[in-house]
């Protein structure tokens, strides 16, 4: 059975750094285009960053400089280095393994759990 | 930036039919895909490349993309499809997720 674990979660100040982390069971993450999705308090899903097989990566507007998106190969797993945290990166981190040809017709399935980042002094 | 729109909120009686549309800037001639998030727990995709569903996803989910607008059609409604439905789809390649749409069935 493919599943996605994240950990890595905490209470953080502002300022202040968080890795998370994503095990991979079932699948092999390097062999999958990978991202992080947030959902903060009540809000909608908002895209933060994505890996692709070949290694290219992407981020969103509001984490570039400052997010760090990796993965492990040994390890099976994905990463997402968070600095320079502020308040409004508050938010449940998923992890989701993405599927398709290409990043055009792709889609993400399956979602990991979930892991609560808090930036707050 | 692109951006996918969503109604806030759509309800719906069960049995009936519920239409959840996301609408974006020639969105037809991308792929959208819909997940499902119900109150603490992870999305779960219900539709990918426009109208494919996973295995596991009851046939009364479908989707449809033309021009600016993907829908995604719950038939048969129940109880247990209550929940957030997102849209997504990709600006070159970065992901993009509509705002979301709350069904109700009531």
């Known amino acids: 059975e493919v599943q996605l674990m994240e950990s890595g979660g905490g209470l953080v100040q502002p300022g202040g750094s968080l890795r998370l982390s994503c095990g991979g069971s079932?699948?092999?993450?390097?062999?999958?285009?990978m991202t992080w999705v947030r959902q903060a308090p009540g809000k909608g899903l908002q895209w933060v960053s994505i890996?692709?097989?070949?290694?290219?990566?992407y981020y969103a507007d509001s984490v570039k400089g400052r997010f760090i998106i990796s993965r492990d190969t040994s390890k099976n797993t994905l990463f997402l280095q968070l600095n320079s945290l502020r308040v409004e990166d508050t938010a449940v981190y998923y992890c989701?393994?993405?599927?398709?040809?290409?990043?055009?017709?792709?889609?993400?399935?399956?979602w990991g759990q979930g892991t609560l980042v808090t930036v707050s002094s | 930036s692109y951006e996918l729109t969503q109604p806030p909120s759509v309800s719906v009686s069960p049995g009936q039919t519920a239409s959840i549309t996301c609408s974006g800037d020639?969105?037809?001639?991308?792929?959208t895909s819909w997940y499902r998030q119900k109150p603490g727990q992870p999305p779960v995709l219900v539709i990918y490349?426009?109208?494919k569903r996973p295995s596991g996803i009851p046939e009364r989910f479908s989707g449809s993309n033309s021009g600016n607008t993907a829908t995604l059609t719950v038939s048969g409604t129940q109880v247990m499809d209550e929940a957030d439905y997102y849209c997504?789809?990709?600006?070159?390649?970065?992901?993009?997720f509509g705002g979301g749409t709350k069904l109700t069935v009531l």
């Open positions: 989701a393994r993405g599927s398709g040809s290409t990043q055009y017709d792709g889609w993400f399935d399956p």
């Open positions: 079932g699948f092999t993450v390097t062999s999958h285009f």
């Open positions: 890996i692709y097989a070949g290694g290219s990566t």
């Open positions: 020639e969105l037809g001639d991308k792929y």
């Open positions: 490349q426009d109208n």
């Open positions: 997504q789809a990709w600006d070159r390649s970065n992901v993009v």
